[in-house]
């Protein structure tokens, strides 16, 4: 059994970047990545959206704009690029830490800095609570039309049957 000396949170760019030169060391070798190594690998490369340089700039960044965060927070906010402060929110829900307003408006800033455009959904969000907002319900009348409507029916099929 292998014993663990030591762990270090990272970011998605770097573990997706650990394995690939892992793959490409095994597969001079004729060799390839255990099960458990390749489905990992394939999920990196789905989900991971920042380069590996952009992903540590990015930590030394929140890093000095929050000193309070730790290391596998600043991971977290790397990782899941939480783009309005309600993201951030949720993701500090279960923290000992509390964030204030000034600070989870620097987290929002940075990231909003380097995540791609395709990526950045806060405007998306924003117009979808505005319109679930101002949509009204649909009149009660036309759902109680339709039940008659089936009840008759059900009601002439019988009769002819």
């Given at each position: 059994?292998?014993?663990?000396l030591?762990e270090?949170?990272?970011?998605?760019?770097?573990?997706?970047?650990?394995?690939?030169?892992k793959?490409?060391?095994?597969?001079?070798?004729?060799?390839e990545?255990g099960?458990?190594q390749?489905?990992?690998?394939?999920?990196l490369?789905?989900?991971?959206?920042?380069?590996?340089?952009?992903?540590k700039?990015?930590?030394?960044?929140?890093?000095?704009?929050?000193?309070?965060?730790?290391?596998?927070?600043?991971?977290?906010?790397?990782?899941?690029?939480?783009d309005?402060?309600?993201?951030?929110?949720?993701i500090?829900?279960?923290?000992?830490?509390?964030?204030?307003?000034?600070?989870?408006?620097?987290?929002?800033?940075?990231i909003?800095k380097?995540?791609p455009?395709?990526?950045?959904?806060?405007?998306?969000?924003?117009?979808k609570?505005?319109?679930?907002e101002?949509?009204?319900?649909?009149?009660?009348?036309?759902?109680?039309?339709?039940?008659a409507?089936?009840?008759?029916?059900k009601?002439?099929?019988?009769?002819?049957?």
């Open positions: 059994m292998l014993k663990t030591s270090t949170p990272v970011t998605f760019a770097e573990a997706k970047s650990m394995l690939e030169a793959e490409i060391m095994l597969h001079e070798n004729d060799k990545l099960h458990e390749r489905i990992t690998l394939e999920y490369r789905t989900i991971a959206v920042l380069d590996i340089n952009v992903a700039e990015t930590s030394k960044e929140l890093i000095e704009a929050v000193p309070i965060l730790k290391d596998h927070q600043v991971m977290m906010l790397v990782n899941l690029l939480p309005c402060a309600d993201d951030v929110e949720l500090f829900a279960k923290e000992r830490i509390k964030l204030d307003i000034d600070q989870t408006k620097k987290i929002v800033d940075i909003v380097v995540k455009k395709k990526v950045v959904k806060a405007v998306v969000k924003e117009e609570i505005k319109s679930v101002t949509k009204t319900e649909e009149p009660s009348e036309d759902k109680s039309e339709k039940v409507a089936k009840k008759t029916k009601e002439s099929k019988e009769k002819g049957l």
